[in-house]
């Protein structure tokens, strides 16, 4: 799906009409909710990682705790070319891997790491989608640091008319920060067995089911309004 001059698509012309696409330069904040386990919402970030890729573009992940890194790069191997994943994908980690796509964190300062992505940044194409767990950061660094480097993370996305997702898992203290930082805020919750999207800002007018297709040999995110 095709950006435009003003918005990015998610990769899914049925989620970009029920979102009104992204505006260039948003932070989004994906909120997880218990029992929502990473098999159910991969599909969605792989969407957008998707589309961001096979147009050019280049994502730049620090994943949640406990998703190994390994696992996202074999996800999107599974669709495009290792070239093509190698070129455009840089994951942030504590650890060391020896990977191209990896690339590692300072463990005792996140101004050294925000540094290090801005770095990483600089050589890749544009434009950039940042995906950031937050609940990484807060572990290490605490509450306050994860914010303020949220906040500046979020004004370089700004200022470069890029994306920044910010991914917590469950919630963490300063939530409430963290959405007065989002211009969007949807939480992922399960209903009865199924995936539900609560918009909580802006407060769009319904409650969305989140379901995938993938006819087409790629993740198609459908939603579907819950009445």
Known sequence: ?????????????????????????STILLEIGMGVGYELYEPLLNSIILNFLSQGG???????????????KNSLIEYL????????????TYEEYGDPCFFKLDPG???????IVCKEAENMSRPHVYFVGAN????????????????????KTKYDKDILTVLVKYSIKGMDDLSALSDIHVKLDMRDGAL??????????MIYNLDYDFSKGYPQVKVNPVV
């Open 109 to 115: 300062s996140l101004d050294k790491s925000f540094e």
């Open 1 to 25: 799906m095709k950006h435009t001059a003003s918005y990015y698509s998610t990769g899914s012309r049925n989620l970009d009409a029920a979102m009104g696409y992204i505006r260039k330069g």
């Open 58 to 72: 280049s994502v730049l992940d620090i994943p949640l705790e406990n998703i190994p890194p390994q696992a996202i």
């Open 196 to 205: 539900i999207g609560y918009p909580i800002k802006p407060a769009w007018q």
């Open 81 to 92: 070319s290792k070239d093509e994943v190698e070129k455009g994908l840089k994951i942030g």
């Open 136 to 155: 990484t950061l807060e572990v290490l660094h605490g509450v306050r640091n994860t914010i303020m480097f949220l906040l500046r993370l979020g004004r």
